[in-house]
């Protein structure tokens, strides 16, 4: 019979299913780094959404069978690892295709149209004082005609680049960094960064992915571009970031993720009170609706695996 752990369910807000075969569960709202090979111990199949599966861990479970990641992401997993023990990983795939692209504009559009600038005016009593009906304190930009340049052409970026073209904006599929090759529909990593209003990014977190962005790149960007990174922290370095707001290399940034989550020890951003500057916790993916498509993808993954035809694997 499985054992299946899942080890940190405070995770997904849903309805989660049980499996329909024979199995033994055991959920735990959080897991400590400490408590994951006890909790492992005799498991063969293990959720995690991100707790972190190192090599040393995953040695010290001979039984484990099955890594379910109950998200898309699988940087918290070593996926090398689960290739050399034969682990199967399986991910979950395209739950977010609507909640992000929704979180990307509401992002851009607040920063676009200078939001939070105007709350503030209006807070320090700007508005009531005004000459005239309405306020040119700041400039409104729309999104039309503007140019979003989409760094990742995957699920969601695919939904992003529809939800741009509504708008009536250009879209750039931008080359990967370095690329000596420029695929047909896609453009040069810099010329995009160049050419772009919007600068949106949406690819995984990898050794090659890491500081994609950083001061070089922002010193290529228009000094009124905007950077909206739903994505993953790492992808960009927040120090060259702090640098560039401050600055006036770019005209400002949306972000749901920092590169250390939760920022137990802090972060600058954090304490970043600039009126072109949106941090969201890390919630662009949340929407009760996704959460339950994830939640019913994460079950199917373990039934496909225990039925031997193993679906959106990994590893």
Not at 165 to 184: C, D, N, Q, S, Y
Request: glycine content about 6%; aromatic content about 6%.
């Amino acid at each position: 019979m499985e054992k299946i752990v899942f080890l940190d369910s405070d995770s997904i807000i849903a309805d989660i299913r049980r499996p329909a075969f024979p199995h033994q569960w055991a959920d735990y709202p959080a897991t400590a780094p400490d408590q994951v090979v006890p909790r492992l111990a005799d498991a063969s199949i293990v959720i995690t959404n991100k707790v972190a599966l190192r090599r040393e861990i995953l040695e010290q479970l001979p039984d484990l069978k099955m890594v379910a990641v109950a998200a898309t992401g699988t940087d918290n997993v070593d996926i090398g690892y689960c290739r050399e023990r034969n682990i199967v990983v399986s991910n979950i795939r395209n739950y977010s295709v609507h909640t992000v692209p929704e979180h990307v504009f509401m992002l851009m559009l607040a920063l676009r149209r200078n939001l939070l600038a105007f709350r503030d005016d209006l807070r320090d009593g700007a508005w009531q004082r005004a000459d005239q009906f309405c306020l040119f304190t700041h400039p409104v930009r729309d999104l039309y005609g503007s140019t979003l340049g989409l760094i990742g052409h995957g699920a969601i970026g695919q939904a992003v680049q529809r939800l741009a073209l509504a708008f009536g904006m250009k879209v750039l599929i931008v080359e990967h960094k370095g690329a000596t090759t420029i695929r047909p529909g896609y453009t040069d990593f810099d010329s995009a960064l160049q050419e772009s209003d919007v600068l949106s990014l949406h690819l995984p977190l990898n050794p090659k992915t890491r500081h994609l962005i950083g001061a070089r790149e922002f010193g290529l960007m228009k000094s009124s571009a905007l950077l909206i990174n739903t994505a993953r922290g790492g992808l960009v370095d927040e120090s060259a970031l702090l640098d560039a707001l401050r600055d006036g290399l770019i005209g400002g940034a949306g972000f749901d993720v920092l590169d250390t989550e939760p920022p137990r020890q802090g972060n600058p951003l954090l304490d970043l009170d600039l009126p072109n500057f949106i941090l969201t916790p890390h919630i662009a993916w949340s929407s009760r609706e996704a959460m339950q498509t994830l939640a019913d993808q994460l079950i199917d993954n373990i039934e496909a695996f225990f039925h031997g035809t193993p679906q959106n694997r990994v590893a």
